[in-house]
């Protein structure tokens, strides 16, 4: 799968879904230390972050996705063997609520 800088929420949700399917964790990270309401988010600590597996996903969002998208290809050099995206429109543009039916799955 190719990985693009950003994906928005349904595209999150939608990934997510297929690729831990397949065995890949994808794990939302905090940079702001603000926890999005109805979101499983991890808070931004690398030394936690080199324990998961080689050719895991992190998905980094900041109060409106410019700053985790500055400072991606920081997140990359500093995880070479993971997969880093910024969530677009960070999470200002998190909706709470938003479920994927079966027909939006992937």
Not at 1 to 10: A, F, I
Not at 46 to 51: M, R, V
Not at 70 to 85: A, G, V
Request: proline share 5%.
């Amino acid at each position: 799968m190719q990985y693009p800088n950003e994906w928005t929420q349904k595209e999150y949700l939608q990934h997510k879904a297929k690729l831990e399917k397949e065995g890949v964790k994808v794990v939302l990270i905090d940079t702001i230390l603000s926890p999005i309401e109805k979101a499983n988010s991890t808070t931004y600590n690398p030394h936690e972050l080199k324990n998961y597996p080689d050719g895991s996903v992190f998905v980094f969002y900041c109060d409106s996705g410019k700053a985790t998208l500055d400072r991606l290809r920081e997140y990359k050099e500093k995880f070479p063997t993971m997969h880093c995206i910024s969530l677009k429109g960070g999470r200002g543009y998190w909706r709470k609520n938003m479920m994927l039916l079966d027909e939006d799955a992937l």
